[in-house]
């Protein structure tokens, strides 16, 4: 018996943002008495350190370049390996390809499935207590899954990852596949930047910045410390900004360890889609900005003077 | 063309939220509610002009109560030609797939649409589901969905980034930002959704496994701690200090 950890790959690699649904399957099975597995799908040549994450050992299956990702295929290899390993729980990041992934493992082996999971869940005899968060992070619900096999999802930054284990043993599977449905005709992906989903660190700005010219403060603010940047929907409508950086209900919906609000006002629309930061910095210049509601710390003033003078402060810090 | 789109109805972003009976249940009283965004602004409106350019049929479904005819009126207006409407207030994911997989299994059609996710719950879990009960391929989070001879070419997110992908129907697409403009219903629209089927179906039983238990409000914030302009050396040692996030 187990709890099955589907880890994503990227470039022949795990992807760092996998860890943490690992180590998070690591506890989870910790709590009920049995193994935590990895799943890798392709080629992990980091396959091993699932184990320094807390995976006790990573189930491989190496099906060559011949399968795109897609849920009919991904499914049958998840479905087949959680019954063969009397999978409990299976876990899977709420990223773009876990979401859907999840519901089609889910439906195929009759398991109910909460996705977005925000905290570490609580086992009553067979049934799993999970919660997550709601109406634009205005309320958490408290989830009961009962049935035999259960697939959660894990929403961004719950846990920090912890490497202290050791490296996991390997075993290989085959599965055989049919051709997928689907052709990947091209894929775009920006390099050298976190993701914004994944991202512990987020820069922001909004339309007090008056010109798209005057991003490179917040460029020079975001570099400062590794941060990802993120804009308010009208800008990014008025394309001063790319979509992607677009976050907020209609846009990308993050949890950020740090999300720095700057010229944005912090309209309820853009609220839901960043409140569940860890810590919110706001600085506006308008004290009945409503964001300053939201934030942990604010700043009262012009952004082109306190921006440059923060970038300041951090380089201090980082020399 | 043959095409169906699956739309919600979700409390508007700006409605208070509260709970009854000892937060174990939605306080509905003064809530506005609005169709799914996702669902009225990219999936229903991709799908009128889809039809618009290659002929066919749109039909929307819900899974719910009467008080929903509301939206499903406004999906007419909007141009879809007719609506399903299953009679349960569906009580999971599951259970709301079950019913339009049901619906949908034996009437052909070439591409089953739902919005990215539901704004209330963001649960981003009933179109895979639809498609694992039809066996069909399913297509997460589009942004743009083309007819390309007798296949169809659909850029969608991923991680960090777009992928585009051929494929051919029938399969189940969830539509994201970018897959249409969003459509205001004209008068005509609405005068004419009112003379348009709408056929009430009952539903199938689905075994459910998942429960809300019950509900928590957050935490409120300590308050916001106020830092002087002059000095953001002071925010950045509480940022270290006291936040520990850099
Ligand atoms: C259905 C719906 C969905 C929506 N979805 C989203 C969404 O997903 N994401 C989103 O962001 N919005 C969304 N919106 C829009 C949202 O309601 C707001 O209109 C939008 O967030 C405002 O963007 P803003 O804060 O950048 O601009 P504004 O509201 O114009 O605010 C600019 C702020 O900058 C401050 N400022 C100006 N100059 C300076 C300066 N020199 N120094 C410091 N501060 C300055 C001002 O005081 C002001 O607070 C949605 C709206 C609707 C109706
Ligand atoms: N009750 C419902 N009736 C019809 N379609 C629904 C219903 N609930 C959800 N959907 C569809 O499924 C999509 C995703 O919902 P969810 O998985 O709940 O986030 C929505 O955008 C709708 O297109």
């Known amino acids: ?319 | 063309m043959k095409l169906l789109v699956c739309i919600s109805k979700t409390p508007d972003t700006t409605a208070k939220i509260s709970f009854v009976e000892n937060n174990t249940a939605f306080n509905t009283d003064g809530v506005q509610y609005i169709m799914n965004p996702y669902d009225e602004w990219y999936a229903l409106v991709r799908a009128i002009e889809l039809k618009e350019a290659a002929g066919g049929t749109v039909t929307v479904i819900n899974v719910g109560p009467a008080s929903n005819d509301i939206v499903i009126r406004k999906a007419l207006a909007i141009g879809a030609d007719d609506a399903v409407r299953i009679d349960t207030d569906p009580t999971s994911s599951m259970d709301t797939a079950s019913q339009i997989a049901n619906y949908a299994k034996d009437q052909n059609f070439d591409i089953i649409f739902t919005g990215k996710e539901t704004i209330d719950y963001n649960g981003a879990e009933v179109a895979g589901m639809i498609a694992a009960m039809l066996d069909l391929p399913f297509v997460s989070f589009a942004s743009k969905l083309d007819q390309d001879g007798d296949s169809f070419k659909v850029t969608r997110d991923i991680e960090g980034g777009i992928e585009e992908i051929g494929i051919q129907g029938p399969f189940v697409v969830s539509a994201a930002k970018g897959l249409a403009e969003q459509r205001i219903p004209n008068m005509r629209g609405i005068m004419m959704a009112k003379r348009k089927p709408m056929n009430i179906i009952p539903p199938v039983t689905v075994e459910n496994h998942v429960t809300v238990d019950d509900y928590t409000l957050p935490v409120e914030k300590a308050g916001v701690k106020m830092i002087d302009p002059e000095n953001m050396d002071e925010l950045v040692r509480l940022l270290k200090e006291e936040a520990k996030v850099i």
């Not at chain 1, 961004?156 to 202290?164: A, C, Q, R, V």
């Open chain 1, 1 to 319: 018996m187990s709890v099955l950890v589907f880890a994503e790959t990227q470039n022949n690699k795990i992807k760092k943002s996998s860890f943490e649904p690992i180590g998070y399957g690591r506890k989870l099975a910790d709590l009920m008495g049995v193994e935590c597995q990895a799943i890798i799908v392709g080629t992990a040549e980091n396959a091993s350190d699932a184990g320094l994450y807390g995976a006790q050992s990573v189930i491989h299956v190496n099906h060559g370049a011949s399968v795109n990702f897609d849920c009919i295929n991904y499914s049958k290899i998840i479905c087949s390996v959680a019954k063969e390993k009397g999978a409990k729980v299976i876990v899977f990041s709420h990223s773009s390809s876990g979401k859907g992934l999840a519901a089609y493992v889910a439906t195929k082996l009759s398991a109910g499935i909460v996705s977005g999971v925000n905290s570490l869940p609580t086992v009553e005899g067979q049934v799993l207590k999970v919660s997550k968060s709601v109406f634009s992070g205005k309320a958490s619900a408290n989830f009961s899954i009962d049935s035999e096999i259960k697939v959660i999802t894990l929403a961004g930054n719950t846990i920090k990852p912890d490497s202290g284990g050791t490296p996991a043993t390997i075993e290989q599977m085959e599965i055989v596949l049919d051709a997928p449905k689907m052709n990947v005709l091209s894929t775009k992906r920006q390099e050298g930047t976190v993701p914004l989903p994944e991202a512990e660190l987020v820069v922001s700005a909004g339309r007090g910045m008056k010109d798209p010219a005057n991003w490179n403060i917040i460029e020079d603010l975001a570099k400062t410390i590794g941060a990802t940047t993120a804009c308010s929907r009208p800008v990014a409508d008025t394309g001063w900004r790319p979509h992607h950086e677009h976050v907020g209900q209609t846009g990308v919906a993050i949890r950020p360890n740090l999300y720095i609000a700057i010229g944005i006002s912090g309209a309820i629309q853009h609220l839901a889609g960043v409140n569940n930061s860890k810590t919110i910095v706001v600085i506006n210049k308008d004290p009945e900005a409503p964001f300053f509601k939201a934030a942990d710390y604010g700043v009262l003033g012009d952004l082109f003077d306190v921006v440059p003078r923060l970038t300041e402060a951090l380089k201090k810090l980082e020399s």
